[in-house]
């Protein structure tokens, strides 16, 4: 890199000296004493030249001077000599009035009425803005009375407080052994006096949960569909795949008909493709037990569709919603199928009315108009194409979510049950069935804990406590911990949850079911609807928790992303 050249071009010279004229000029305006009123009002009557006779005049007004002539100039250097000689106040309405050339006189009348605190001066101008700001933030923050019901299964939690939590990773014998025992027996420890209820105790009864299979070599949840890995050695050994296939049977038979019975509120499967949510009867105002199953695929719906598990779609939009119909009751007429299908407003081919014949067959009517078989043939592709391309749009997106209701749970239990497609056959988790994660024992289920972790964070100069909390956290998990936190802690304390984001869907689908079923007041179940915490008295969720989840209010179910707990007044913001 060359040295800086010791000349100095005339732009350069120029801008030093008019800098250096400025900053005399400065220095003189702050070594002047401030003007008076009358001093102000002379001086700027001087500056001030408002005369327009001139212009009016027309052809009598004065001849224009030449803006280049060298009088002109000096006249100019003169007014700006002037006025920078003037004693500038920035903080005075009237300074502003002088830099813009008005007359910054008023009527002594009207200045005694004019009040100080509504002129728009520049700080009063900030100090509006700032208190506006201040009451619109209050304002936009709205408190809740209680946590929402999040379907969605988490990952990762995370807690974080200025003052250090009441529990540690380090538990001793009786806390461990009061927490399991509380868990498994699904008893309230806060009014058990013969277990410990220490925080500690609490705090782990709050992270178990129960899980099938289990394979202390693999991580079976959650289950990445594109890891790339060596094919399992279960693959190959076809007596360990049918002996995890029949315990996985067993297990999941047992927690279906814990479901039915209303002793198991509700519980997850999980496969490599797909997550089913199955819930109970009387959750979220759904009179009888359902499932969503998400994301799913054209394929996937198909095969429910020849099963006769009827389904709807409430995540896809009103010109693509679909609701499986039997075959009889389709047009016979092929050319329609796809658009029965699809169902979309694009397609709205109908028959006619007048030609009471269903048994015409379409590709006879177009060879009757002299087209080729050939061509025939061509156009049915176009159309099926067509209609698979319509019907695969939505794939593995939030919008493929089904739900079935329902008998047509227990037909998707029987679909499941028996689909060989649920295993995959290559991969890390070949001959591995899905997994299933409740929060209630079952035959063949594992206790298994949260993986707790324990640090310190230093956010803006201040230590912040956080303890993070990784596994399959349910729904329940997270009302269960929030109750044991407000309990033990007095400080004010945050979360931020990690999702697995194909169950996001689960979410957005209950808001919008709990809607319809809170929409429908005439149907024959709906007086049914007020013993729903009370047929579930027995599914192992506390009393108040019960009630909550069994609200048929729609504005329960909402995504949680971070939660903040306020101690002053026991409410949640989220």
Avoid at 358 to 379: A, N, Y
């Amino acid at each position: 890199m060359a040295p800086p050249s010791p000349w100095k071009r005339p732009n350069e010279v120029m801008q030093l000296h008019k800098l250096k004229k400025r900053k005399r000029a400065l220095q003189e305006r702050m070594k002047q004493p401030t003007p008076s009123t009358s001093e102000e009002t002379s001086i700027s009557q001087k500056t001030v030249d408002l005369d327009f006779s001139r212009i009016l005049n027309g052809e009598h007004a004065d001849k224009r001077k030449n803006p280049f002539s060298k009088s002109n100039i000096t006249q100019q250097n003169k007014r700006v000599k002037v006025d920078t000689d003037l004693p500038l106040d920035e903080s005075s309405d009237k300074t502003l009035f002088t830099l813009l050339k008005l007359p910054a006189t008023v009527p002594q009348k009207a200045a005694q009425e004019l009040d100080t605190e509504k002129l728009s001066t520049f700080s009063n101008l900030l100090q509006k803005f700032t208190a506006d700001h201040s009451v619109e933030s209050v304002v936009t923050e709205k408190k809740y009375k209680h946590l929402p019901i999040d379907w969605a299964l988490k990952t990762r939690l995370r807690l974080m407080s200025p003052k250090p939590f009441a529990w540690t990773s380090k538990l001793k014998a009786s806390e461990e052994a009061s927490g399991i025992t509380g868990f498994v027996r699904c008893l309230d420890t806060t009014s058990e006096s013969s277990l410990d209820t220490s925080p500690r105790a609490l705090f782990h009864q709050t992270c178990l949960y129960w899980q099938h299979p289990h394979l202390p070599w693999l991580n079976l949840y959650p289950r990445s569909s594109g890891k790339v890995a060596a094919t399992s050695f279960m693959a190959t050994n076809e007596e360990v795949k049918k002996a995890l296939h029949r315990e996985w049977t067993e297990s999941f038979r047992s927690l279906f008909q814990l479901l039915r019975a209303l002793h198991c509120p509700y519980f997850y499967v999980c496969a490599n493709t797909f997550t089913v949510l199955f819930r109970a009867a009387g959750l979220c105002g759904v009179s009888e037990p359902c499932a969503l199953i998400t994301p799913t695929s054209r394929g996937f719906r198909q095969t429910l569709r020849q099963e006769d598990v009827e389904f709807t779609m409430p995540l896809r939009s009103e010109s693509k919603k679909k609701l499986n119909i039997s075959d009889e009751d389709k047009p016979k007429n092929s050319s329609f199928d796809s658009c029965y299908d699809t169902m979309d407003e694009g397609c709205k081919l109908e028959p006619d009315g007048d030609s009471g014949d269903e048994e015409e067959d379409p590709d006879q009517f177009l060879s009757q108009l002299g087209l080729e078989t050939e061509v025939i043939k061509k156009i049915n592709h176009n159309q099926t194409r067509m209609a698979h391309t319509a019907e695969s749009s939505v794939d593995s997106a939030a919008e493929s979510l089904v739900f079935v209701r329902g008998a047509d749970a227990q037909a998707l239990f029987n679909f499941l049950l028996n689909c060989k497609s649920v295993v995959s056959p290559t991969g890390p988790f070949a001959g591995v069935p899905p997994t299933l994660l409740a929060p209630t024992a079952f035959h063949g289920g594992t206790l298994h804990s949260l993986k707790v972790g324990e640090k310190t964070v230093l956010a803006d100069s201040k230590k912040y406590y956080s303890i993070e909390l990784r596994g399959p956290i349910l729904p329940t998990t997270v009302h269960t911990l929030f109750n044991v936190l407000k309990k033990s802690s007095s400080a004010q304390f945050s979360a931020t949850f990690a999702h697995h984001q194909p169950t996001l869907a689960f979410t957005y689908a209950a808001n919008g079911i709990a809607e319809d079923e809170s929409s429908k007041e005439n149907e024959p179940n709906h007086f049914s609807k007020a013993f729903n915490k009370e047929n579930l008295s027995d599914c192992g969720i506390s009393e108040s928790m019960l009630q909550h989840f069994c609200s048929p209010d729609p504005a329960v179910v909402k995504p949680l992303d971070s939660v903040k707990y306020n101690t002053e007044d026991d409410t949640y913001t989220w």
